[in-house]
């Protein structure tokens, strides 16, 4: 169990070295001007990039590679199932103060 320890600090000290170096060299490009000014209202930008711009048609990643489109959405679909299925168990278990059978709770959780 110590070396289990040993090496999740060394890999979370690893992990620590390489984002302060990338962070380091993120900066060393300084600060980059903006050449065109702002037009429009920041508000409907929300709204669009919120709204029609997520739309497949509005991305032209998904015109060009669709097997990605398909992956990406069948990923989002199995986590909000599993989030859902993890609410229905905590609210099945959370209102049965009685036991239940092992197949009964199998069903769920």
Known sequence: MEALRIG???CGLGAAVALAV?????RAYGRRPLYAPAAGSAARGVLYAFG???SPLAKESTRTHPWAYALGVAYHLGVFAAFGYCCCCSARSAGSTRRRSPAARSACC
């Open 22 to 26: 990338q962070a380091a060299r993120a």
């Open 52 to 54: 029609p711009g997520m």
């Open 8 to 10: 999740v600090v060394v």
